[in-house]
């Protein structure tokens, strides 16, 4: 299957030129394929879902910024955006949670503190020598802790909300 794009094969010109592109060519095309805002991520919590699409939209501006590779200030900025976009988020539902008495709310939060560590240290090594690499790999690292915190912790507090929010 040819997956280089004309701009990959003007690049290469068949002789290996620019290797990094095509590299990140292929993970672009492997993410998309896996990371589109379906139904099933849907919790159907006005607040949260519209959060989530959020955090997906900015994780997808991160990912074509490092595909068209953008220059590092760019990136830099779009992922100390994304960084506080989720810290906000955390946040929030941390609030939601202690409102309805959740009963796995330490776990959850736990959860969350292990992202928010996660964050800090990527931040870090960002800081410390930003490349097109490394926006990747936090790229990366973000599709998949929220593709698996979403379907597993969230969901799990979805009827605990609902019920809550029917005695509103
Ligand atoms: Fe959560
Ligand atoms: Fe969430």
Redesign the pocket.
């Known amino acids: 299957m040819d997956i280089l794009s004309k701009e990959d094969k003007r690049n290469t010109g068949g002789k290996g030129k620019h290797k990094s592109s095509f590299i990140l060519t292929i993970i672009r095309t492997d993410c998309m394929k896996k990371w589109e805002w379906s139904a099933r991520l849907e919790t159907g919590i006005k607040e949260?879902d519209e959060?989530?699409k959020g955090l997906f939209e900015q994780i997808d501006r991160l990912d074509l910024a490092i595909y068209r590779g953008s220059a590092i200030g760019e990136l830099k900025n779009l992922i100390e955006y994304l960084n506080s976009y989720i810290v906000e988020?955390?946040e929030i539902?941390e609030k939601l949670l202690r409102d309805c008495s959740y009963p796995d709310y330490e776990r959850h939060f736990n959860e969350h503190e292990e992202f928010r560590s996660l964050c800090a240290e990527l931040m870090l090594r960002f800081k410390k020598g930003a490349d097109n690499y490394l926006a990747l790999d936090v790229d990366k690292q973000m599709r998949k802790w929220w593709e698996n915190?979403?379907m597993k912790m969230?969901m799990a507090y979805v009827p605990y909300i609902k019920k809550e929010a029917d005695f509103l």
């Open positions: 949260i959060q989530h988020h955390l539902e915190h979403i969230d």
